[in-house]
């Protein structure tokens, strides 16, 4: 005791300690929001940092947020990614170039995390060079003692924010025994004899003198001749840990015998730097609620591509948020699980489990025995087809970018707010499940353009004040509803392959599950919402059989299309409106006025995504244009063109035996003009809708005029500028 | 009973694409176990005879009909009670989407009750859908334990049974404590019902199910005869880790018989109908709706009995 009163004192409200990426945006955040913080690092900045320097799209999303556009802009955009699997075969994965989201970027740690402590220091935060050795907590404050160049310090701070990494030592202050780190990577500098393609490179699985380690390797370019080559991997519970130099050294190798043409020869310009990497089966949550974990060391690097810079900056932010909320509530600033619940938010909540499966995937995929038992206990099935059905992870895209909240966003920001409200709630209340349900779900709602459904509850409900809490959970019910009869006809009755059964299991628990979610949902805004929700959902699985008996059918009318998009679509949009009118304290029958708005608005949304799908893909999956055709799914530019040139019938029946002529058909769909005309009425319908909104006059009338434009506008933001061209 | 469900589903439009599959439900209308569970419940309260007795009970029926639809979508099953299965006729997204359409109608019937019945309609259909995940988290899972078994059947069976006395009480107009007591009733019975449905898989003859004994472990489906057989006898454990054909499965259940492991689960569904008749609210002399909720019980007492090798 008598040490602790004896050194030098330091004050703060939040005391944030480690300076990496989570630290920085979690202080720069928390000054820029008037709080009094002291950010404590153990080096003094620029410092070398172990790190693949590959940025998600997500982190650099927070850097130009903190201001570093400059910085951004200095490194070249990554337009793809190069996945090697085991030498043998290539799949490249395209990163969608959406307005809005950039695209991902490879910055050194020493150049990125000395801006964003700088970013940090501009907005008013302190440094302090020391290294924390322990925390007590004593009343309503806590305090750090540590260790600086001049010997011991005492910081005294209401909350301590705990940022310090994947051996955190604070996290073992609060928690008696060591948790051994769960993965391992080790990064060197390379000179490139030949310039480096603007390409993340990754090979994966690790094979190492014929061994085949569950880790992979990367080369990411960092500058035109300058690369980031490294390895990672998981710890085997029965087995030492390699030399992780050795294993970097073998994989360099091996990378100037297979990729010496792409590269040339390698020279190390540095040495080595290896360390822990923070993946946790759960978030690490502090059980002393004045200490709350962020980035690594709660444990929130993705545990399949081990990227941790994305989850640990978008932590720092919903921490901060998190922190200041509850301050102004004023009172003590404990947060207790509360934190956990803000970083957990922004983190891939995959699990350990995927890894496990991602594990043995790879194994499989060389024809390695995988371990049936590890499969079995993580239920494989599930995580497989998450892993293979999402490409991307629901808590990695932002709903801000999605282009239904820009539209909100440009009449009445606090409508954009509010839809972020309703994609957190959303998360939260499919999490519980397995990941596969939050995953495909969310695939689902944002494929296209975003939570439309919950936008027309929101903005149709808006009312002078903020919104009620029921309508964030108005907004869940619309979403989760309309997502069900969708994901049954996804999944159920695919290829008749050995995985049927597999698929029906999950169509059916995942369909399900977004059902009872969204009867929870509209329960809390009573029986009259949860009766219009259910008549909605009857007349959706009405809509789904009507379009599935007219599967691979070419006779299918274009009424029986348009009866089938009122049924599903065009009463989704409906019911928004009525669950708008309910937010707004009024009836069902107050929704009256803008029953033409939803009906013309769920059709148009319906074909703005046939489109879209039919010409370009769809845009989580580019290059897979048509894949609906070769399973009889027929849209309505489809339908039009058999009108208008009957011998398309005969070349879709061939389409039906071999899948690979989609593009002959696309081609006719173009060249009947029934494309043309499917654009025609989907501009049209959004028009209609437009008016109808205008018309109704109501307080958020504007921002749904706005939304009501949507379909035809990303129609034509999607479509080539040639797509309508007649040859 | 049988009669208002079809009323119920013949509210369907015409021209609705769904109503073949549903009439099928109507020509098979099983059990109505849930049904008369609620209908009896409400003899207890001073309104045994409100009109939304009948609805509710239908409601309580079409959710079960749903449950059942989705499950031989999950499980692939093509024969239920003698006939061939929605997706066996019409294909499996076909039995989807009326389930889909039977929950969803389900829903709409709850709604005219009240903002509670809602509610908990609601919670209840989302533990019986996580019932049926915990399931199927746990297929092929040597390793299963007991207590997830009794997590899984609480979720998929016994609330639904639970929520029908319940909401039976509740409508009926029942007193608090009768409703709760009722409540606890149709949890208990919900449990003996599925624990003597799982030995019934083991023991039962394939002329009066249709299906060979064991089918359930050539799914995957380790139910409690098997977890407790599973405790004792190792070489069970390694015919069952080498996915059984369906001519192993003779041998497979001999071998959990002579564990004695299906009288342990016998004397486990009994002891789940013992507390479901501590739980029966009694009167004084006994009146129609006790005993038919007594019968209910008796019925899965004999089931017990019949389950007995």
Known sequence: MTTAVAAPREEAEIAVVGAGPAGCVAAANLAELGHDVLLIDKDSFPREKPCGDGLGHAAVAVAERLGLDELVESAPEIASARVMIGHRRQSAIHFPRIPGRPLPRCITRKEFDAALLGAAQERGARFLRARVDSLRSAGRGQTLIGTTDAGAVAVRARLVVAADGATSRLRRVIRKGADKPTAYAIRRYFRTERPLDEVMQIDVPLEIDGRVLAGYGWVFPVGEHLANIGVGITREAHRPVPSLRRLLEAYVADLEVKGGRRFGSLEPIADPMGSPVGIQAQIQVAESPGLALLGDAAGTTHPVTGEGISFAMRGGESLAAEIHARSRRGGPLRLGRAAGAAVWRSFPQIGVDVSIIVRALMLKANGMSAPADSLRSSGEPFLSAAWRVTPQSAYETAVEETPVCGALAEHDPSLATALGRVNDLLLERLSDSTPFVTEVIHDLIRAHMGPVYAAVALASGASAGPPPSTAYDAGVAVETVAVMPKLLTMLVDRARTKQLKINNAMAILTGDFAATRSLVAAAKLGPAAVAALSRTCQGGCEGGMRDAVARFATDRSAASWHQAACETEGAGMILATEFGALIRGEDLAAAEPLRAFGQELGIAVRLAEEIVELTVGDELRPGREGAALGRGIYSLPVLYALEAEPSLARTLVRHAAEPDGAAEIIAVVRDSGALRRAVAECTQRAEAARSCAEAWGGRGAEPLAAVALLPAQYVNSRLPVDALEVC | ?309
């Open chain 2, 1 to 309: 009973m049988a009669d208002e469900v079809g009323i119920a589903l013949a509210l369907l439009a015409g021209d609705s694409p769904l109503r073949e599959s549903c009439q099928y439900i109507v020509a098979n209308p099983g059990k109505r176990f849930r049904a008369s569970a609620l209908e009896s419940a409400a003899g207890y309260g001073d309104r045994p005879d409100d009109p939304l007795v009948g609805r509710a009970a239908v409601a309580v029926e079409m959710f079960h009909a749903a449950t059942l639809a989705h499950d031989d979508v999950v499980d692939d099953g093509k024969i239920r009670r003698g006939m061939p299965t929605i997706g066996a006729y019409a294909g499996n997204l076909a039995a989807s989407l009326v389930g889909g359409w039977l929950f969803a109608r389900a829903g709409e019937l709850i709604a005219e009750i009240d903002a509670e019945a809602v509610s908990r309609f609601a919670e209840a259909a989302s533990v019986v859908c996580e019932g049926e995940m915990i399931e199927s988290r746990d297929l092929h899972d040597v390793d299963r334990s007991r207590a997830r078994y009794l997590v899984s059947i609480e979720a998929k069976t016994a609330r639904l049974i639970a929520f029908s006395t319940w909401l039976g009480a509740k409508v009926g107009g029942a007193s608090k404590e009768v409703t709760e007591r009722l409540e606890r009733f149709g949890e208990a019975v919900g449990m003996a019902f599925q624990i003597t449905d799982d030995i019934l898989d083991l023991t039962a003859s394939a002329e009066s199910t249709g299906k060979t004994p064991g089918s359930d472990l050539r799914g995957g489906v380790y139910t409690l005869p098997t977890i407790y057989a599973l405790a004792i006898d190792p070489v069970l454990r390694e015919g069952l880790l080498q996915d059984p054909d369906e001519e192993d499965l003779p041998e497979l259940v001999e071998r959990i018989r002579a564990t004695g492991a299906i009288d342990a689960a016998l004397a486990e569904g009994a002891a789940w109908i013992e507390q479901a008749l501590e739980a029966l609210p009694l009167s004084d002399p006994p009146c129609e709706h006790e005993q038919q909720l007594l019968s209910l019980a008796r019925l899965v007492e004999a089931r017990v009995e019949e389950a007995r090798p």
